[in-house]
């Protein structure tokens, strides 16, 4: 499903009550309506690049990435599409987007790069 956030609140929570597993409720918010804190800074290691930036207060992993000449795919570049989605190796995400269910925010195995940051000193992308 796609559409406004509470159309997509409501089905999901009517979804949760009739017992769908969240693995099988796909959605896509048209905006993301969270509030993003973008004041941490931190590191981001990307494995297959060997190499590790800064990621300072007031930017992105996005970002950063571009301006060290490492091309990403995105499209919205508000937490809300999935295009810029990252594998997480190490590190603790700090989810602000609204693409990831639940579950996939727990497995801390993914990040929107866009939106997101991270709660450890240092994240390591398969990058």
Not at 4 to 26: C, N
Not at 46 to 65: M, W
Request: contains cysteine.
């Amino acid at each position: 499903m796609c559409g406004p956030a509470p159309m997509l609140d409501a089905t999901r929570r009517i979804a949760a009550e009739l017992g769908w597993p969240q693995s099988q409720v796909h959605f896509e918010y048209f905006k993301n309506t969270h509030a993003i804190d973008d004041s941490s800074r931190f590191k981001v290691a990307l494995s297959r690049s060997v190499v590790t930036l800064e990621v300072p207060p007031g930017k992105t992993i996005l970002q950063v990435l571009r301006e060290s000449g490492i091309s990403i795919p995105s499209s919205c570049e508000q937490g809300a599409c999935g295009t810029c989605l990252a594998t997480v190796l190490e590190g603790e995400p700090d989810h602000q987007d609204v693409y990831l269910s639940d579950a996939e925010k727990r497995s801390g195995t993914k990040i929107l790069t866009c939106v997101s940051r991270a709660k450890s000193l240092r994240l390591v992308l398969d990058l």
